[in-house]
């Protein structure tokens, strides 16, 4: 089964992706990208990240930019409830990863899960 690691500082939006995502994928829930880049470095490269943007300790921004710096290539899917032509721009700038703006249809974020892990075959 494929791991999915979703950051997100706000218990709804966790719970809401295991919803959405829980029955095809196992799913790790943390709160910040602090604890996403630790839990990434000790535990492991999950199959995907399902990022917040803005969060406490650590945003989504500077977790993936310090996981690229690491030659870490895990697919991201940013998710934001900020519509932002200079983030989109900052987030395609790390590659395989796609912005999707908060709270997304489930079957969106399916299929952007779907495609961002079949792209990884």
């Known amino acids: 089964m494929k791991k999915i690691l979703v950051v997100d ?3 709804v939006a ?3 992706m295991k ?5 095809e994928y196992a799913i790790s829930l ?4 602090k604890d996403a880049l ?5 535990i492991g490269v999950p199959d995907l990240v399902i990022m917040d943007i803005e969060m406490p300790q650590m945003n989504g921004l500077d977790c993936v930019r310090s996981l690229r710096e690491k030659k870490i290539q895990v697919p991201v ?3 934001t409830g ?3 032509e200079d983030i989109k721009n900052q987030c395609r700038i790390f590659g395989n990863s796609v912005y999707v703006v908060k709270p997304g249809m489930p079957a969106d974020i399916m299929e952007k899960v779907k495609s961002l892990l079949l792209a990884e075959e």
Request: aromatic share 8%.
């Open 19 to 23: 919803k959405i995502l829980g029955s």
């Open 82 to 84: 900020i519509e932002d």
């Open 38 to 42: 630790d839990y990434i470095m000790d």
């Open 77 to 79: 899917l940013f998710m």
């Open 9 to 11: 500082d706000e218990t």
């Open 14 to 16: 966790l719970l809401r």
């Open 30 to 33: 943390l709160k910040n990208g």
